[in-house]
């Protein structure tokens, strides 16, 4: 052992053992759970991204071609499982005639045929024919429905949102579908079409600008293929101003001069940073970091048991001293030893929190919301930890299993039920209420070596969301570290005062 720094042969000693291993893996697998957790809940919304699809279908032949886009509401592209119904409608009843479905990621295309059976049951009314398209993300659910147009040579064609183009002679006609975004001063153009022949370009102007006076005026976006393109342009160079709403005029020009002129667009204007919110405000919920930092204290309860409580009962400390080793780096390597052991595992498990989520979604908490949370949490940990050290130094083997299970009930449980009654006896069922018990639960955690944990979750919650998670008066900063600190000193400290007058025979 006098080869081996003591601090790193007890810390491996309490890090890579089966017990302490398969601890670590639960945490991986609660990480990892929890951003499943935020996956499904994210998923379960609606609204949250938007779908674009146009859809061409030859009456004759049966032939069918879908275009399908998909951005998050950040306008990043996003994976999608995709459900689409041929429906035909009779008297308000919708009738399936087909049914596929896909993954996409983002932009995506499907060609098929319809069945002969399907295509004489078309009807010829093809107001009555629509597409449906179910689009589940892992941030929420839509569903569009288009009725298919007439496109001309017996083609027909659904899109949604519709962009419609028509020639400024009114003859002929260009469906296409898609978006206009502006994030920041980005002008972003997003259009699934089929042009009519090869070297169209797209212009942009302003929604008042019609006709070609509006042409003169617009700015070339580029060149236009089939499937879905995407242009950008700063909003300065059309003049937009970011702050009020103004619409959008799309032009087709082909090479031989003739124009196409869409419909007034609106634009979607982008908030950043509204799925990284959602991510913190799941992630921070009761069934979310709330619900598996119950379970945290545990861990270091069974560390302290095992580097002293436990080698304590069976003597194995008695004879660790008979060594030319004293009693107080035996008592400072097993303390550090378990430090460095709650750090990794509150490390091993937002590591594997943030690399899923990441994987899942695209997006993890801030960084720094990530510091203060592991902070907290691992705080929390440390000043418990300290707690059950000091506690395995005059209990050893079964009695110290009893009493701090006693003790992590009482900080997790218990002492948050006191909180509730003392609220309320002091206030009752008074408007008052509210205000006073959140109050005592924040001074409660004062007193609570596990306090940390809820100290972080409360500073993440007031930077992230002001408007809806008012000040608590009571909570300071500068109070939360000097608590966290005297948890951890001071049974630190009243530990090593027991610890070196006790009988490490029993």
Request: neutral net charge; contains cysteine; hydrophobic residues 45%.
């Amino acid at each position: 052992m006098s080869d081996v720094n003591p601090i790193f042969y007890d810390f491996k000693r309490a890090f890579i053992r089966p017990a302490t291993l398969v601890t670590l893996a639960v945490f991986i697998l609660v990480g990892v759970g929890l951003s499943y957790l935020v996956s499904i809940s994210l998923s379960m919304g609606a609204g949250s991204s938007y779908p674009a699809f146009l859809a061409k279908l030859d009456v004759e032949t049966g032939e069918l071609t879908m275009h399908y886009n998909i951005y998050d509401s950040e306008m990043r592209r996003t994976t999608a499982n995709v459900e689409v119904n041929l429906l035909v409608e009779e008297n308000g009843v919708y009738q399936t005639l087909k049914t596929f479905a896909f993954r996409a990621d983002g932009y995506h295309v499907v060609e098929t045929t319809l069945e002969s059976d399907i295509i004489r049951s078309l009807p010829e009314d093809t107001g009555r024919l629509l597409f449906e398209v179910r689009s589940s993300t892992p941030f929420g659910f839509n569903s569009i429905v288009a009725r298919f147009i007439k496109g001309g040579g017996g083609v027909l064609y659904a899109s949604t949102p519709l962009i419609y183009f028509s020639s400024l002679d009114g003859t002929k006609s260009v469906y296409s579908a898609g978006y206009v975004f502006l994030k920041n001063d980005e002008l972003t153009i997003s259009m699934l079409i089929e042009p009519p022949g090869d070297g169209f370009e797209l212009y942009c102007t302003f929604s008042t600008d019609t006709g070609n006076a509006g042409l003169e005026k617009a700015l070339l976006a580029g060149n236009v293929s089939t499937g879905l393109n995407v242009f950008k342009t700063n909003a300065s160079e059309l003049g937009l101003n970011a702050s009020t709403t103004t619409g959008i005029m799309l032009y087709l020009k082909n090479p031989e001069g003739l124009t196409y002129l869409s419909g007034a667009l609106p634009v979607i204007r982008i908030q950043t940073g509204i799925i990284q919110r959602r991510i913190t405000n799941i992630a921070l919920g009761t069934a979310g970091l709330g619900l598996f930092s119950q379970f945290f204290p545990i861990v270091v309860l069974y560390l302290a048991y095992t580097l002293v409580a436990k080698p304590k009962g069976i003597g194995a400390l008695e004879f660790l001293i008979a060594r030319p080793v004293t009693r107080l780096e035996v008592y400072v390597t097993r303390f550090t030893a378990g430090v460095l052991t709650a750090l990794a595992s509150t490390g091993v498990f937002f590591a594997a929190f943030n690399a899923s989520i990441f994987l899942l979604t695209g997006y993890s908490i801030e960084a720094s919301y990530t510091v203060i949370l592991f902070l907290g949490v691992a705080g929390s940990l440390i000043a418990f930890y300290s707690v059950c050290y000091m506690l395995s130094t005059v209990a050893s083997g079964g009695k110290y299993l009893a009493v701090s299970i006693i003790l992590y009930l009482f900080f997790t449980m218990i002492m948050g039920i006191l909180v509730f009654i003392l609220a309320y006896f002091m206030h009752g069922f008074t408007p008052r209420l509210v205000e006073e018990l959140q109050k005592l639960q924040y001074t409660s955690y004062y007193f609570n070596p596990l306090g940390l944990t809820s100290f972080a979750t409360y500073f993440v919650n007031r930077a992230e969301f002001p408007d809806i998670y008012a000040e608590v008066s009571v909570v300071n900063p500068y109070l939360v570290v000097a608590a966290g600190a005297a948890w951890t000193l001071v049974p630190f400290l009243l530990g090593w005062t027991l610890f070196r007058k006790a009988n490490l025979s029993r």
